[in-house]
C-alpha cells in the first residue's frame, strides 16, 4: 500500500509537467507512458472509491504532495481527462505526439471499432462552450455567460422545485409539513450553489435568473400557454397552471435567499443597475417594497448643505448612496411601469408629508426627489413627443 501511495503523490507532478514547456522534448514512446499512468490513476480510482478508508488514505496524501489543496481522491477518477486536456492546450507538444495524442483520446486502447468516444466530445463541447462564453461582448444585454449561469441554475431548482409545486393544488394539512421541509431543503441547496460564486457573479446569477422567469411567463402567455406545454408535453389548463406554479416557487426561492438577510439584499442593489433594479420591482412586489425600504433608509442618511446648496451623507458609514444616485434609482423606479411609478411616487408623497410636506428645495430629501422625479418624467415624454413628430414629419 505504501508503493501505491507514493505512486498517487506524482499525480500533481504529472500534470505540472503536462502544462509546462518540458513536453517539447515527447516522443510518442514518452506520451504513452504519461497516458498509461493516467489510465493506472483512473483504475485506482475504480478499484478504492467503495472503501472510505482507502479514499481517505489516498485523498490525504495526495493533498498532502501539492503546496494547495487542489486535487482530491475524484481527480483520480479524471486523471485521463485532466492530463489530455493540459497536453492539448500546451502549444509546447510536438506535433507527432499530437496525433498520437488525439488518437489516444478517440480510440482508447482496448475499446473496439465502435466505442463511442463521448467523453472526448463532452470535453470539447464543454471546452468550446467556455471559450464562446468568454469572447468579448459588444451587444447590450447580459453577458452570454452569466445568461448562462442563470439558465443552468433555473434548470437545477425546477428539478428541485417543480414536482412539489405541481402538488400545491392537493397537499392536505398533514403533508404542510413535508412541503416546508422540501423548500427548506432547496433553499440551503441554493445557499450553497451561490456561496461558490465570488458575491457580484451571484448576485448578476440571481438578477439574470428572475428577469428570465418574467421573460419566459410573458413568453408563455402570449403563446397561449403553448410554449412550457409543447415542451412539457400537456398544453392543458391544468398543465399551464403546474408550470405557472413551478415557476412561482423557483422565484420563491431566489426571492427568500435574496431577502432573507438585509445586508446581502443592500449589497445586491448597490451592485445592480438601477434599470435593471426597476424591472425587477415592477415584476415582483415582494421585492419592490423591500427596495422602496432600502432606498428610504438611504435616503434619510442624507442632509442638504447650505453652503454647497447639495445634498451630502450625514454619516458616511451609513449612507450608501449620494444624492445623485439616489435620484437615479428613483428616476428609473418612475421611468417603469405604471402602476410601479404611481407606487413610488405615493410613496414619496406619504415621506414628505411625514417628513412635513415642505414645497420647496433643501429642506426636505423627499420633497426634492419628487421634484427630480416629475421633471424626468416631464423630459421623457417631451422627448417621446419630439421623437415620433420627427419621424411622422
Given at each position: 500500500?505504501?508503493?501505491?501511495?507514493?505512486?498517487?503523490?506524482?499525480?500533481?507532478?504529472?500534470?505540472?509537467?503536462?502544462?509546462?514547456?518540458?513536453?517539447?522534448?515527447?516522443?510518442?514512446?514518452?506520451?504513452?507512458?504519461?497516458?498509461?499512468?493516467?489510465?493506472?490513476?483512473?483504475?485506482?480510482?475504480?478499484?478504492?472509491?467503495?472503501?472510505?478508508?482507502l479514499?481517505?488514505?489516498?485523498?490525504?496524501?495526495?493533498?498532502r504532495?501539492?503546496?494547495?489543496?487542489?486535487?482530491?481522491?475524484?481527480?483520480?477518477?479524471?486523471?485521463?481527462?485532466?492530463?489530455?486536456?493540459?497536453?492539448?492546450?500546451?502549444?509546447?507538444?510536438?506535433?507527432?505526439?499530437?496525433?498520437?495524442?488525439?488518437?489516444?483520446?478517440?480510440?482508447?486502447?482496448?475499446?473496439?471499432?465502435?466505442?463511442?468516444?463521448?467523453?472526448?466530445?463532452?470535453?470539447?463541447?464543454?471546452?468550446?462552450?467556455?471559450?464562446?462564453?468568454?469572447?468579448?461582448?459588444?451587444?447590450?444585454?447580459?453577458?452570454?455567460?452569466?445568461?448562462?449561469?442563470?439558465?443552468?441554475?433555473?434548470?437545477?431548482?425546477?428539478?428541485?422545485?417543480?414536482?412539489?409545486?405541481?402538488?400545491?393544488?392537493?397537499?392536505?394539512?398533514?403533508?404542510?409539513?413535508?412541503?416546508a421541509?422540501?423548500?427548506?431543503?432547496?433553499?440551503?441547496?441554493?445557499?450553497?450553489?451561490?456561496?461558490?460564486?465570488?458575491?457580484?457573479?451571484?448576485?448578476g446569477v440571481?438578477?439574470?435568473?428572475?428577469?428570465?422567469?418574467k421573460?419566459?411567463?410573458?413568453?408563455?402567455?402570449?403563446?397561449?400557454?403553448?410554449?412550457?406545454?409543447?415542451?412539457?408535453?400537456?398544453?392543458?389548463?391544468?398543465?399551464y397552471?403546474?408550470?405557472?406554479?413551478?415557476?412561482?416557487?423557483?422565484?420563491?426561492?431566489?426571492?427568500?435567499?435574496?431577502?432573507?438577510?438585509?445586508?446581502?439584499?443592500?449589497?445586491?442593489?448597490?451592485?445592480?443597475?438601477?434599470?435593471?433594479?426597476?424591472?425587477?420591482?415592477?415584476?415582483?412586489?415582494?421585492l419592490?417594497?423591500?427596495?422602496?425600504?432600502?432606498?428610504?433608509?438611504?435616503?434619510?442618511?442624507?442632509?442638504?448643505?447650505p453652503?454647497?446648496?447639495?445634498?451630502?451623507?450625514?454619516?458616511?458609514?451609513?449612507?450608501?448612496?449620494?444624492?445623485?444616485?439616489?435620484?437615479?434609482?428613483?428616476?428609473?423606479?418612475?421611468?417603469?411601469?405604471?402602476?410601479?411609478?404611481?407606487?413610488?411616487?405615493?410613496?414619496?408623497?406619504?415621506?414628505?408629508?411625514?417628513?412635513?410636506?415642505?414645497?420647496?428645495?433643501?429642506?426636505?430629501?423627499?420633497?426634492?426627489?419628487?421634484?427630480?422625479?416629475?421633471?424626468?418624467?416631464?423630459?421623457?415624454?417631451?422627448?417621446?413627443?419630439?421623437?415620433?413628430?420627427?419621424?411622422?414629419?
Amino acid at each position: 500500500m505504501e508503493a501505491v501511495l507514493g505512486q498517487v503523490e506524482q499525480l500533481p507532478a504529472l500534470l505540472a509537467v503536462s502544462r509546462s514547456a518540458l513536453v517539447r522534448d515527447w516522443d510518442s514512446l514518452t506520451l504513452d507512458r504519461a497516458l498509461e499512468w493516467a489510465r493506472y490513476f483512473q483504475h485506482l480510482y475504480d478499484r478504492f472509491r467503495a472503501r472510505p478508508q482507502l479514499r481517505e488514505v489516498l485523498g490525504r496524501r495526495l493533498r498532502r504532495s501539492q503546496p494547495c489543496p487542489l486535487l482530491g481522491f475524484p481527480a483520480l477518477g479524471r486523471c485521463p481527462q485532466l492530463l489530455g486536456l493540459a497536453l492539448l492546450e500546451n502549444r509546447a507538444l510536438p506535433p507527432a505526439a499530437c496525433r498520437r495524442l488525439v488518437r489516444s483520446l478517440l480510440q482508447p486502447p482496448g475499446a473496439g471499432p465502435a466505442s463511442d468516444p463521448r467523453g472526448l466530445e463532452l470535453l470539447a463541447r464543454r471546452k468550446a462552450a467556455a471559450r464562446l462564453l468568454a469572447l468579448p461582448r459588444h451587444a447590450p444585454g447580459p453577458e452570454p455567460q452569466l445568461q448562462a449561469e442563470a439558465r443552468l441554475l433555473l434548470s437545477r431548482l425546477r428539478q428541485e422545485a417543480g414536482e412539489a409545486a405541481g402538488q400545491l393544488r392537493w397537499l392536505c394539512g398533514a403533508q404542510e409539513g413535508q412541503e416546508a421541509r422540501e423548500a427548506a431543503g432547496q433553499l440551503r441547496w441554493l445557499c450553497g450553489a451561490l456561496e461558490l460564486l465570488p458575491q457580484p457573479r451571484a448576485f448578476g446569477v440571481v438578477a439574470a435568473a428572475l428577469a428570465l422567469l418574467k421573460q419566459g411567463r410573458g413568453a408563455e402567455q402570449a403563446g397561449d400557454g403553448h410554449g412550457d406545454g409543447d415542451r412539457d408535453g400537456s398544453s392543458s389548463p391544468d398543465g399551464y397552471q403546474e408550470s405557472a406554479a413551478g415557476e412561482e416557487c423557483t422565484a420563491g426561492l431566489l426571492l427568500s435567499w435574496l431577502l432573507g438577510n438585509q445586508d446581502r439584499f443592500s449589497a445586491f442593489c448597490l451592485c445592480i443597475p438601477s434599470s435593471h433594479l426597476a424591472f425587477l420591482a415592477g415584476q415582483y412586489s415582494q421585492l419592490c417594497r423591500s427596495y422602496l425600504d432600502l432606498l428610504t433608509g438611504w435616503g434619510r442618511h442624507l442632509h442638504y448643505d447650505p453652503l454647497q446648496g447639495q445634498w451630502v451623507k450625514s454619516c458616511l458609514d451609513k449612507a450608501e448612496l449620494s444624492w445623485e444616485e439616489l435620484r437615479e434609482h428613483f428616476i428609473c423606479l418612475c421611468q417603469g411601469s405604471t402602476p410601479l411609478k404611481e407606487q413610488t411616487q405615493a410613496a414619496l408623497e406619504l415621506l414628505r408629508t411625514q417628513d412635513g410636506d415642505f414645497r420647496v428645495r433643501g429642506l426636505s430629501v423627499w420633497t426634492d426627489l419628487l421634484m427630480e422625479v416629475g421633471y424626468s418624467c416631464v423630459d421623457t415624454k417631451t422627448t417621446g413627443k419630439l421623437t415620433k413628430s420627427s419621424t411622422s414629419g
